[in-house]
T-cell receptor
Framework: TQLLEQSPQFLSIQEGENLTVYCNSS?????LQWYRQEPGEGPVLLVT?????EVKKLKRLTFQFGDARKDSSLHITAAQPGDTGLYLC?????????FGSGTQLTVLP | DVKVTQSSRYLVKRTGEKVFLECVQD?????MFWYRQDPGLGLRLIYF???????EKGDIPEGYSVSREKKERFSLILESASTNQTSMYLC???????????FGPGTRLTVT
């Protein structure tokens, strides 16, 4: 089973800073989902990207799907403490790939 | 809103006990999934089901079994719990394989 690689694994920043986290694989995805998981809860879907080069915005979060559909990034502008959580990516479509291990983001007030 | 519920948020069992984890979804989804989540290992798929009475092994099925007798309910069974099965167990459902998944709140299982 191939794992998605997410980086960085941990990220701790101050409120107001910008950040980018990455999701990479050597395989091509037909789609990719991003989730956020808060402590003690299940992951919650943020967005699905489908088309190579696609950019989706969700308030201060910007999701980009690589042109070759092998990678994706999540950029957060002016991070807030409420953004704290584990960010997971999942290709969904192929059972030989599984969720990445995630990026644990902590935004300090 | 899609709702996925799990029977317990926290569970403590002894080694060798048979453990049932129940999951119910209310959106008539075809697919249901069981994952376990451990620090540094991400979510690992145990089993999934794409229809009633149908199941497929995920990445780590050993020591687990599942049951799906009704579309809305997917059960995970630990036949003889062991300490290495202490983990967070997450159930999810979705309309199609490869699509978005909706997760329950998780069951934190401790086997002593």
């Amino acid at each position: 089973t191939q794992l998605l690689e997410q980086s960085p694994q941990f990220l701790s920043i101050q409120e107001g800073e910008n950040l980018t986290v990455y999701c990479n694989s050597s395989s091509v995805f037909s789609s990719l989902q991003w989730y956020r998981q808060e402590p003690g809860e299940g992951p919650v879907l943020l967005v699905t990207v489908v088309t190579g080069g696609e950019v989706k915005k969700l308030k201060r979060l910007t999701f980009q799907f690589g042109d070759a559909r092998k990678d994706s990034s999540l950029h957060i502008t002016a991070a807030q403490p409420g953004d704290t959580g584990l960010y997971l990516c999942d290709p969904g479509s192929a059972r030989q790939l599984t969720f990445g291990s995630g990026t644990q983001l902590t935004v300090l007030p | 809103d899609v709702k996925v519920t799990q029977s317990s948020r926290y569970l403590v069992k002894r080694t060798g006990e048979k453990v049932f984890l129940e999951c119910v979804q209310d959106m008539d989804h075809e697919n249901m999934f069981w994952y376990r989540q451990d620090p540094g290992l991400g979510l690992r798929l145990i089993y999934f089901s794409y229809d009633v009475k149908m199941k497929e092994k995920g990445d780590i099925p050993e020591g687990y079994s599942v049951s799906r007798e009704k579309k809305e309910r997917f059960s995970l069974i630990l036949e003889s719990a062991s300490t290495n099965q202490t983990s967070m167990y997450l159930c999810a459902s979705g309309e199609s394989t490869g699509g978005e998944q909706y997760f329950g709140p998780g069951t934190r299982l401790t086997v002593t």
